[in-house]
């Protein structure tokens, strides 16, 4: 899980320039206010979402009603859950969090421009691929090294979507609370924030204006057994 500053778009390492055109060639335009729905769980998974602008973020609901979010999308993201050639139904939903513009990609028009191209086919597969080991990994996190592995490990993916590096650490550009932290690693509010009390008295982390200062990266990655995961996948 290595730090860069240079943010990598989710189409960016796997999509040609030649084959994204052809993919925004059947997009369609849709403006998204805040707070309003791409998609909710269990609808069928027949279009998928291209953010242009804004940010969405991915959620799935537990048996006990709780919330859990699983990503959070910004611009160059492409979102959605699609067996292409056989039905499916989405297993997440998707909340627009910010003023957001998506180019919508119905499945029938994909299906058709993947049959036609076979080098859009090898790179979509490589997506589709892409999206599996980054959930796997989000899975590694909340399950092997215990809540506190799995907060350092949101540190550096926070770090590696939304950070600056500085003079003082990497400053996190995005403003986010305990309550979404804890929704972020399946975690109370009140464990997340006695975690982070911890991390800052033993400065690893620093907290300024609700921004969060990463000052010792490889504390994190020492709690969390970092596996030095390519930086498209070490993301949120």
Not at 62 to 86: N, V
């Amino acid at each position: 899980m290595e730090i860069t500053t240079k943010h990598i778009e989710g189409l960016e390492p796997v999509l040609s320039k030649e084959s994204f055109e052809k993919l925004k060639s059947i997009m369609y335009i849709k403006n998204m206010e805040k707070g309003s729905c791409l998609f909710w769980e269990g609808d069928t998974a027949n279009h998928l979402f291209f953010v242009m602008e804004g940010r969405v973020k991915t959620t799935k609901s537990s048996d006990s009603g709780r919330i859990l979010t699983l990503y959070l999308h910004q611009k160059g993201d492409l979102i959605g859950q699609m067996d292409p050639f056989q039905d499916s139904i989405h297993s997440f939903s998707a909340e627009v969090t910010e003023e957001a513009k998506v180019g919508v990609i119905q499945r029938k028009d994909l299906e058709v421009l993947l049959w036609q191209h076979g080098d859009l086919a090898v790179e979509f597969m490589k997506w589709m691929g892409l999206m599996h080991r980054l959930t796997q990994t989000k899975f590694r996190d909340l399950m092997m090294f215990g809540k506190t592995g799995a907060l350092c490990s949101l540190l550096i993916r926070l770090g590696n979507s939304y950070g600056k590096e500085g003079d003082t650490g990497i400053f996190i550009d995005l403003k986010i609370n305990n309550s979404e932290m804890a929704d972020m690693i399946g975690a109370t509010r009140e464990s997340v924030n006695r975690m982070l009390s911890d991390l800052k008295k033993d400065k690893v982390i620093q907290v300024k204006d609700g921004h969060i200062i990463i000052k010792d990266l490889s504390y994190l990655r020492n709690i969390c057994h970092c596996e030095n995961c390519p930086k498209e996948i070490c993301r949120m």
